[in-house]
T-cell receptor
Framework: DGGITQSPKYLFRKEGQNVTLSCEQN?????MYWYRQDPGQGLRLIYY???????QKGDIAEGYSVSREKKESFPLTVTSAQKNPTAFYLC???????????????FGDGTRLSIL | GQNIDQPTEMTATEGAIVQINCTYQ??????LFWYQQHAGEAPTFLSY??LDGLEEKGRFSSFLSRSKGYSYLLLKELQMKDSASYLC??????????WGAGTKLIIKP
């Protein structure tokens, strides 16, 4: 079955440490996204990528970095510069393009990041 | 600014009908999505509206009025498994999604 796989499901970060969240999709989607979800708030966009080797900052990119070396993969690194990283992180993918605005985003099961 | 409003929490009884409202003010409009999200899980797609009117899909229906900046999700014959958060998301003028904070629906027997 096609889908999006995020790993790990739970992750703990120590002070001053960078951690990387994995996201892999086999849906052949061009666009991939990283969101952060905090209690009582809507999903907030961290980064998105519309094509391999290209990505754009979302609304809350500070303290995060991404790469898109392969169409299937879009890992997110939470750096030590992100002072409040505790949250639920969701990766998504979709068909791209203005003519596809009716295409929903498909989500992975998320990674819950906590501070030690 | 861009804004999407949904009630924070609603309670309904098993077997009943519930309507979850969503109002939006956005720079441009290219459609509206409803997603369901069970606690600790991924959001899953429920419906998409871009034209005014009602879209029915089994027990779930979604309505849109573009002139009023308003949508609702109607859930019929409620089941315990419908206990979840329901997220409204608007496709803005730049084709990016703007998300509401979600409505937590609690179903009581």
């Amino acid at each position: 079955d096609g889908g999006i796989t995020q790993s790990p499901k739970y992750l703990f970060r120590k002070e001053g440490q960078n951690v990387t969240l994995s996201c892999e999709q086999n849906l052949n989607h061009d666009a991939m996204y990283w969101y952060r979800q905090d209690p009582g708030q809507g999903l907030r966009l961290i980064y998105y990528s519309q094509i391999v080797n290209d990505f754009q900052k979302g609304d809350i990119a500070e303290g995060y970095s991404v790469s898109r070396e392969k169409k299937e993969s879009f890992p997110l690194t939470v750096t030590s510069a992100q002072k409040n990283p505790t949250a639920f992180y969701l990766c998504a993918s979709s068909v791209l393009g203005q003519g596809h605005s009716n295409q929903p985003q498909h989500f992975g099961d998320g990674t819950r990041l906590s501070i030690l | 600014g861009q804004n999407i409003d949904q009630p924070t929490e609603m309670t309904a009884t098993e077997g009943a009908i519930v309507q979850i409202n969503c109002t939006y003010q956005t720079s441009g409009f290219n459609g509206l999505f409803w997603y369901q999200q069970h606690a600790g899980e991924a959001p899953t797609f429920l419906s998409y509206n871009v034209l005014d009117g009602l879209e029915e899909k089994g027990r779930f229906s979604s309505f849109l009025s573009r002139s009023k900046g308003y949508s609702y999700l109607l859930l019929k014959e409620l089941q315990m498994k419908d206990s979840a958060s329901y997220l409204c998301a608007v496709v803005g003028g730049n084709y990016q999604l703007i998300w509401g904070a979600g409505t937590k629906l609690i179903i009581k027997p």
